[in-house]
């Protein structure tokens, strides 16, 4: 079983900055570890990923905006997200894929909320 710890989402005025983090902590090794988010009404993506040697992927829509790093001795996730937009509104969630030899599974955390507004 992996557990996360998240924080970091809030509120914020259109072209602030937040940064996310999240903790995971189990007995297995993380392959890979992200953020997705979903915002009303409308399905859950992909934000960014990065594995476990650094790769990363990034929706189209926060490309040179946000960025994401981890700290493998932490196992621990960051994402910043600078030029913030209302669009960006939604519940963001942490995600991992745990390789349980000889497959991988993915864990969740429970999301915190980011909303960008007045």
């Known amino acids: 079983q992996v557990q996360f710890v998240e924080s970091g989402g809030g509120v914020v005025q259109p072209g602030g900055s937040l940064r996310l983090s999240c903790a995971a902590s189990?007995?297995?090794?993380?392959?890979?570890m992200g953020w997705h988010r979903q915002a009303p009404g409308k399905q859950r993506e992909l934000v960014a990923a990065?594995?476990?040697?650094?790769?990363?992927n990034y929706v189209d829509s926060v490309k040179g905006r946000f960025t994401i790093s981890r700290d493998n001795a932490k196992n621990t996730v960051y994402l910043q997200m600078n030029s913030l937009k209302p669009e960006d509104t939604a519940v963001y969630y942490c995600?991992?894929?745990?390789?349980?030899?000889?497959?991988?599974?993915?864990?969740w955390g429970q999301g915190t909320q980011v909303t960008v507004g007045s």
């Open positions: 990065i594995t476990r040697g650094g790769s990363t």
């Open positions: 995600h991992a894929v745990a390789l349980i030899s000889p497959s991988t599974r993915d864990y």
């Open positions: 189990g007995s297995f090794s993380i392959v890979t």
